[in-house]
């Protein structure tokens, strides 16, 4: 009997070899009697309300085939369901939360179908926006790395005032070119790049990061994952800010209302197969840390020989 029942395969819309792949999945699941699914992902597809809809949300597994932004999108659909996730790297791009495409071969693959694998959760937010309609239908919004607010215009660089408030009190009003409010998966995405922190994935925390403040005081800060915060935009002269979410839009948002930002109720589940998985050597491999650009003389390292007597 296999382990799972029923397996949903998303694959990258625009990769041949992506779409190859998910076909040869397919097969060999069909062959040990899943019930497999499989449809293109990507900016012009969105396979999972056509996944939950066929399954009635009963998804034992989700293999999705590309790199970071197709398991963003899957944690955002599936997370609420705590569908597991098996996210490997087949013509995809970075790979922070991806595995290498060897995990759908020989012994990995043979454990994946005997259910022999880890779950590692990674900490999602949720957004809302609050006050009074019209409001946006599909409450709340879900993020894996991270929600960003800031101004969108076509012909100028506009600035906002984001005025934050954490457990209902206020605690500044950032004037930049936006805000990120991210988790420890999102920290090495956009908030790097903003000269966020970078956090272990297994702490819950939530960071909120200024986008080029225009004032120094406003700087990055580490909150506790149970933080409720929300965000008013209390100046924008352009009338166009947006709610993104891992980099997708969600919802245009007006002077003066207010966004509620907090950890999501469920966590996205990523199958790891991989052996003595390690989130610090993917950070060296990425990130090409120390360690991974020079090599050490051995001679120079040696331990001396300790002479008794």
Not at 35 to 60: K, M, R
Not at 77 to 103: K, M, W, Y
Not at 166 to 188: C, F, R
Request: net charge negative.
């Amino acid at each position: 009997m296999a382990f799972f029942r029923q397996v949903v395969i998303a694959y990258k819309g625009d990769d041949r070899r992506s779409e190859a792949e998910a076909r040869r999945c397919a097969a060999l699941f069909s062959e040990v009697g899943c019930q497999v699914l499989s449809a293109p992902s990507g900016p012009e597809h969105n396979p999972y309300p056509f996944f939950v809809t066929e399954t009635g949300g009963a998804i034992d597994l989700a293999l999705v085939l590309g790199g970071d932004g197709s398991t963003l999108a899957a944690a955002r659909h599936l997370s609420c369901l705590d569908v597991p996730i098996l996210a490997v790297n087949v013509g995809g791009h970075l790979g922070f939360l991806t595995q290498r495409s060897e995990v759908l071969q020989g012994r990995y693959w043979e454990r994946l179908l005997a259910g022999d694998f880890q779950i590692e959760e990674r900490l999602m937010l949720q957004s809302s926006l609050l006050g009074p309609p019209p409001l946006p239908e599909h409450q709340p919004f879900y993020c894996l790395n991270e929600f960003c607010l800031k101004p969108s215009n076509a012909v100028r660089l506009s600035t906002i005032i984001l005025e934050v408030a954490i457990g209902g009190e206020v605690v500044d009003q950032v004037h930049g070119d936006g805000l990120l409010i991210s988790t420890p998966t999102g920290s090495t995405s956009y908030t790097v790049a903003a000269n966020g922190p970078i956090i272990a994935p297994s702490l819950d925390a939530i960071t909120l990061t200024p986008i080029c403040p225009l004032s120094l005081s406003s700087r990055p800060v580490v909150l506790p994952g149970d933080a409720v915060i929300e965000v008013t935009p209390v100046q924008d002269y352009d009338n166009g800010i947006r709610l993104w979410s891992d980099g997708s839009f969600s919802a245009p948002v007006d002077l003066c209302r207010p966004v509620r930002i907090q950890a999501a109720r469920h966590r996205a589940r990523l199958v790891i197969l991989e052996e003595r998985h390690s989130y610090f050597r993917t950070l060296r491999e990425k990130l090409q840390w120390a360690g991974t650009r020079i090599t050490a003389d051995p001679t120079v390292c040696e331990t001396p020989e300790i002479k008794s007597g």
